[in-house]
């Protein structure tokens, strides 16, 4: 069957695009359109579906309506009566600039097929063509091969190419550059934007060719890394030759915020080897009715977020203090979530389509992030590695061989094949690893594993001129509410937990004196750890007391520190991981 899919952004002030989608040399009685429940890389089923109406279909030959009838919430079915070409007609409302969009205004048209190209069922792997009816002065963008240009025509080899490869229109500057030989476009849409094209140019370089070391060898014959300007926060969604992130339009400056967006930046691009070519084999080709499930969500995000730390140090972007800093500030996250105890990578990944993508108030108890704990469980295994063969291997020779045997070759990584990649890669036993942090929930002793790089790993103490009083704990995590210290998590085996403190509890006096939320956390100094406290509360509309002595604060900072007298293997590890001469004493952290 021939499809083409035409889009016409014709009422952009409204926000609402209209589609058609032609199909000849039908022959079956009946075709059905589908719209995706959930798009690629963002594991979560939507109702993308809510903005599509009046969808009409017609004969080619004498315009006549053919009957049209809504199987399920995103589904229709045509019936052809044996004509071999078929019109059909909708309009979709677009108006959200997310790292998943299908958004329209005035002047910017953004297009991931998911959200408003139907696929023909049954028909998924054959080839479609896309037309877009744009403003003459509008640039298109995107990575599909273009087989038209008046108006712009592209083409992709089936569905899944289509709803991989995001369509951006509009006026954005487009800049192009050519790290290791390859054209790489940087494609930025939105007004503002305090960043220095030079700069932007040269980092975003050297992230491509440090990814290019890292793995060996390039797939790609062009990329495009798309970034939306806007107000919220970031993110972004991965595909084979593009990344469509969104960005806060003043992040490039000062240090800080730019070095959150080179790590977005690093994610997204070290995704085009590891999770669209090293892929799980039931990610692609995709079932886009229903959730798909795998237990490798862990190294493919966490894993890739070790990596993008790695990149940055590569490529000279992080000095080797400021890596070991941000690390430290991971590990001091993942201390933080007490359902690190309860729930393994593994199943993390597995329940992802209700867990990480819909957290609720006792999420923390019971759930741990795929990327915090998957980053950090690769950092502690490329220790190992590095360890335990004399730093002749590392983690990144798992990934390299992970490359050759899968992503270059094609081949979807079986649920249960990455152990065995990882053992045959380095010639170690990795199995007792696997099942203490992949498959279990073992604590981590960070030290250990620091220990092996010449580091320790530990509370950072305070300067000694800091006499700060130590604050009472209580285990809690708040919002405002109205200017009131509403309770959003009571963390598991906490004061707040013991003394009976709720989800939604609305804190209102400690002892009698009114508590705002502004002035929480100052007035928590107040109540040092052992003092008995009298909360006055709120709970679903009615005022109750409540009794609580304060507990200790866990460790505000931690940070890794030389030890004294590192072995001379110890001393290897570390420059080979970090790219960095060993010191006795660290330099202090700069970006
Ligand atoms: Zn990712």
Not at 62 to 87: C, N
Not at 247 to 268: C, G, I, K, M, W
Request: proline share 8%.
């Amino acid at each position: 069957m021939q499809i083409r899919y035409t889009v016409r952004p014709v009422e952009p002030a409204d926000h609402r695009g209209r589609f058609a989608i032609d199909l000849d040399q039908v022959d079956q009685p009946s075709v059905e359109l589908v719209l995706p429940s959930w798009v690629p890389g963002s594991y979560h089923v939507v109702n993308y579906v809510r903005g599509f109406r009046g969808l009409l279909a017609r004969r080619k030959d004498d315009a006549s309506a053919l009957p049209v009838e809504r199987v399920d919430k995103a589904r229709w079915r045509v019936r052809t009566a044996g004509v071999p070409s078929v019109h059909v007609e909708y309009t979709v409302y677009g108006h959200e600039m997310i790292d998943e969009a299908f958004d329209l205004t005035p002047d910017h048209l953004f297009v991931n097929a998911a959200l408003c190209l139907p696929y023909v069922d049954g028909h998924l792997t054959e080839p479609v063509e896309v037309s877009l009816e744009t403003p003459p002065d509008w640039r298109v963008v995107t990575e599909l091969e273009e087989v038209g240009a008046h108006p712009p025509r592209f083409r992709a080899a089936d569905y899944d190419e289509l709803v991989d490869n995001p369509i951006d229109a509009g006026r954005p500057l487009v800049l192009t550059i050519r790290p290791a030989g390859i054209p790489h476009r940087i494609s930025i849409c939105g007004e503002g934007g305090n960043y220095e094209v030079h700069r932007l140019e040269e980092d975003i370089g050297k992230i491509v060719e440090a990814s290019i070391r890292l793995v060996g060898e390039s797939p790609l014959h062009g990329y495009t890394f798309f970034y939306h300007l806007t107000d919220v926060p970031d993110g972004g969604l991965e595909h084979a030759s593009s990344t469509s992130c969104v960005v806060a339009r003043n992040t490039f400056q000062p240090a800080e915020d730019y070095l959150r967006f080179l790590s977005l930046t690093s994610h997204e691009y070290f995704h085009l080897y590891n999770v669209k070519r090293i892929r799980p084999a039931v990610l692609g080709p995709f079932d886009y009715t229903r959730e798909n499930y795998t237990r490798l969500l862990w190294w493919m995000e966490g894993a890739t977020d070790y990596f993008t730390d790695l990149i940055l140090r590569r490529a000279g972007l992080v000095s080797a203090p400021r890596f070991l800093e941000e690390m430290a500030k991971t590990i001091k996250r993942y201390l933080d979530v007490p359902g690190r105890r309860h729930q393994n990578l593994e199943e993390s990944s597995w329940l992802t389509w209700v867990d990480y993508y819909q957290p609720f108030e006792e999420t923390p108890n019971q759930s741990i992030s795929y990327y915090l704990k998957g980053e950090l469980v690769s950092l502690c295994l490329d220790l190992e590695i590095r360890h335990r063969t004399e730093a002749r291997a590392s983690l990144e020779t798992v990934l390299r061989t992970l490359w050759t045997e899968y992503g270059r070759a094609n081949r979807g990584l079986g649920e249960d094949e990455l152990l065995p990649v990882a053992n045959r890669a380095t010639g170690l036993d990795l199995a007792p690893f696997f099942e203490k942090y992949v498959r279990g929930v073992d604590e981590i002793d960070f030290d250990a594993f620091a220990r092996y790089a010449g580091l320790s790993f530990g509370p950072k103490p305070k300067p000694p001129d800091d006499d700060s009083p130590e604050p009472g704990y209580l285990g809690v995590r708040y919002e405002n509410s109205g200017g009131l210290v509403r309770i959003r998590h009571v963390l598991a085996d906490s004061p707040g937990r013991r003394a009976g403190l709720t989800p939604g509890d609305e804190l209102i006096a400690v002892n009698g004196a009114k508590v705002t939320h502004d002035g929480f956390e100052k007035a928590l100094k107040r109540y040092p750890p052992g003092t008995p406290l009298d909360l006055a509360i709120f709970r679903r509309g009615y005022l109750h007391h409540l009794s609580l002595t304060t507990g200790k604060t866990p460790p505000e900072k931690y940070a890794f520190a030389p030890v004294e007298h590192p072995s001379d293997l110890a001393r290897a590890v570390y420059e080979s991981w970090v790219g960095a001469k060993w010191e006795p004493t660290p330099k202090p952290a700069s970006p």
